[in-house]
């Protein structure tokens, strides 16, 4: 845990007077370290688990705001999906930042800390959901190609660490809605669900032994599983043939169940629907209550009736009643936001109103009784024993439909006048610290500074080669302890015919690339990608007068050197004969519209030369053996290859050819 949120939750300790809860169950039922009953009244609120990597509803209004209408409206508890980058401190978006001004220049780790700060001041529980393990798509299985079975207990663990004092941290939900894939009790460790959050179980005990470990169910089994239609995290069957092997008094069996506006599942065409449904729930959910098991619905929800199918309310009603007969009261309903495509949420599209019908729904849930009583704050009664009751009497209350009487906790002192130093700077409040502009601000943390133009080492991947060209990916790492704004330097011969996700210039070979507005900037021990197609220069051969080699095995180089050669654009070395050289053409066959010939090159002179010949011919060469020629109408000329290049004094080489007269 890092010093200042340590320093930040143990001065709420002290502050409020309350101490880390020890939650435990047992036959059904939830209770706190002083053994009081609690009961779960939660709703989900999204956003963190996605690329935003905060509460959705920012842009919209004030989050403090929505903690205190959910408060009001009777919901004691909250379940916040998140995902690894948020844990990590990414980037946020969608905030209004004149509606949120205490969220201005934080990361996602740091307003995740004051979401739930707030949440447990205001007495709500905390349900945490490891929900995306890459931030964009729920897996089928708890791991990926890019995320393992360690990453993901090790963010279990951080999550445990880090809230384990928040008096109402209840518990972290293992995985979402284990699917596809996922078994249970099969033996494949691959695969079985069971085995991998018995580990993950017994790593968050280890390190936080008070918070309750929520496990949801899979999705198809092969064996000790029914055949109706389950949902996603939904199937806790073979749990009759394959028992957890978690702490009982620790477990929550937290399965989802939605309704015809998520998926039309083949039994909500029944011609007795809704009738038929309480045997399916009690095949799926109910039997695990019979044997003693605490459960707690981790989603439910749908439109009810405010779009989406007419069947959805026949089915949340349905529902309703079969829990309030089941005494299963622990749910989180799916969602608090109104931007879910297939649910809706509690609030309507304008992030303000409500739509109380599903209040009411929950509500009577939530009463056990399956009737609606008096909200709260209207009742008459002191219900949260602090000598006062109902609005506007009791400070508890906004108003009179409240159904939550519960007074606020104190807020703590204000960040730059508590003594603490919040921010790991080594400087305690104003006005040492300069990030306190007074001692009423709330907030010890320094600006941030810009960040700093750096040149980064890169790392080019070829990705496509087709001989004449290819494409590239380039890495760029910031490994750097600063956020910067990177450039990088990298070398492609050749034209760039295309580059995505950064611009660039080029000199000669060397390139010079940056990120765009939405990758530019890295955090420490983050990276961008960019890339390119790019054609590879045409390598045009140079003469053999200016390509660094004997050709013609004389000891002399090029020119000037090579008396062989006339000029450096010369594409000969050859020297000519010293001595005197002849050729005679001997033919050897014909057939009329052709022959074939064999020459004898005979040196007369005194000396070896390298031999060179020019004889007039019939017809067109068809093929040359034992020397290079070029043909220029009649005339052939021919000098020796490797082997034969060169012919002594007095010696006779030969070489012969074909044509077509």
Not at 318 to 343: C, E, M, Q, R
Request: charged letters at 20%; proline letters at 5%.
């Amino acid at each position: 845990m890092k010093t200042w949120l340590r320093n930040v939750l143990l001065a709420g300790l002290v502050i409020n007077g309350n101490t880390a809860q020890a939650y435990s169950t047992d036959n059904g039922a939830i209770y706190d370290g002083s053994g009081q009953s609690v009961q779960l009244r939660g709703v989900n609120w999204f956003g963190f688990e996605v690329q935003d990597h905060v509460a959705h509803g920012l842009w919209s209004r004030n989050w403090k705001d929505m903690i205190l209408q959910m408060k009001s409206l009777g919901f004691n508890a909250v379940r916040i999906p998140v995902c690894p980058a948020t844990l990590h401190g990414a980037s946020v978006t969608g905030i209004d930042y004149a509606q949120n001004p205490d969220l201005a220049n934080k990361n996602s780790l740091q307003i995740l800390d004051l979401v739930l700060t707030e949440f447990d001041r205001q007495g709500m529980y905390i349900l945490l959901d490891h929900h995306r393990p890459d931030c964009n798509a729920i897996s089928e299985l708890w791991y990926t190609g890019s995320y393992s079975t360690q990453n993901w207990i090790d963010d279990l663990v951080l999550m445990a660490n880090r809230y384990k004092l928040l008096p109402h941290m209840i518990g972290i939900d293992l995985k979402n809605e284990p699917h596809g894939a996922a078994t249970w009790g099969t033996g494949n460790v691959a695969t079985d669900w069971n085995t991998a959050a018995e580990s993950a179980a017994a790593a968050i005990n280890k390190a936080a032994p008070d918070l309750l470990l929520f496990v949801e169910g899979i999705e198809n089994n092969p064996s000790c599983s029914g055949s109706i239609n389950h949902w996603w995290g939904g199937n806790l069957e073979a749990l009759n043939c394959t028992p957890l092997a978690i702490p009982s008094n620790r477990l929550v069996l937290a399965p989802h169940v939605y309704g015809p506006d998520v998926y039309n599942q083949p039994y909500f065409s029944d011609p007795n629907f809704p009738n038929n449904m309480p045997a399916i729930w009690e095949a799926h959910i109910g039997q695990f209550m019979n044997k003693g098991y605490t459960i707690a619905i981790g989603e439910t929800g749908g439109r009810y009736g405010h779009g989406g199918s007419a069947k959805d309310k026949v089915f949340q009603d349905a529902l309703v009643n079969y829990l309030i007969n089941k005494k299963i009261a622990h749910l989180f309903y799916w969602s608090w936001n109104p931007n879910s495509g297939d649910t809706g949420g509690i609030l309507q599209d304008d992030w303000r109103s409500i739509w109380q019908d599903k209040v009411d729904l929950l509500t009577r849930l939530w009463n056990g009784t399956g009737t609606l009583e008096p909200a709260a704050c209207s009742d008459g009664l002191d219900n949260d024993k602090d000598g006062l009751a109902d609005f506007p009497a009791d400070k508890g209350c906004t108003s009179a439909t409240d159904r939550d009487e519960t007074d606020p906790l104190p807020p703590p002192s204000a960040a730059c006048a508590d003594g603490l130093d919040n921010d790991s700077d080594g400087l305690i409040d104003y006005p040492k610290d300069s990030g306190c502009t007074s001692a009423t601000d709330n907030d010890e943390y320094n600006a941030p500074l810009p960040p700093t133009k750096t040149q980064l080492p890169a790392t080019v991947s070829i990705t496509a080669d087709w001989v004449t060209g290819y494409c590239a990916d380039v890495n760029v790492t910031n490994n750097t302890v600063n956020k910067v704004e990177w450039t990088t330097l990298f070398k492609v011969p050749g034209i760039i015919k295309s580059f995505w996700s950064g611009i660039y210039t080029k000199t000669g070979d060397d390139v010079k690339a940056s990120g765009l507005d939405w990758n530019k900037i890295l955090n420490p021990g983050a990276y961008a990608s960019v890339g390119f197609c790019a054609d590879r220069p045409v390598v045009t051969p140079k003469n053999a007068c200016e390509d660094g080699k004997d050709n013609d095995a004389d000891g002399l180089i090029d020119y000037p050197k090579d008396p062989g050669c006339s000029s450096a654009t010369d594409n000969d070395e050859t020297n000519s004969a010293s001595g005197s050289v002849t050729a005679t053409l001997n033919t050897t066959s014909d057939w009329g519209t052709g022959y074939c010939a064999n020459v004898d090159v005979k040196n007369t002179g005194a000396t070896t030369v390298q031999w060179q010949i020019s004889l007039t011919i019939q017809g067109k060469v068809s093929n040359v053996w034992n020397a290079i020629y070029t043909q220029s109408g009649n005339t052939l000329t021919a000098k020796g290859v490797s082997w034969n290049s060169s012919v002594s004094a007095n010696g006779t080489v030969q070489f012969g050819f074909c044509a077509n007269r």
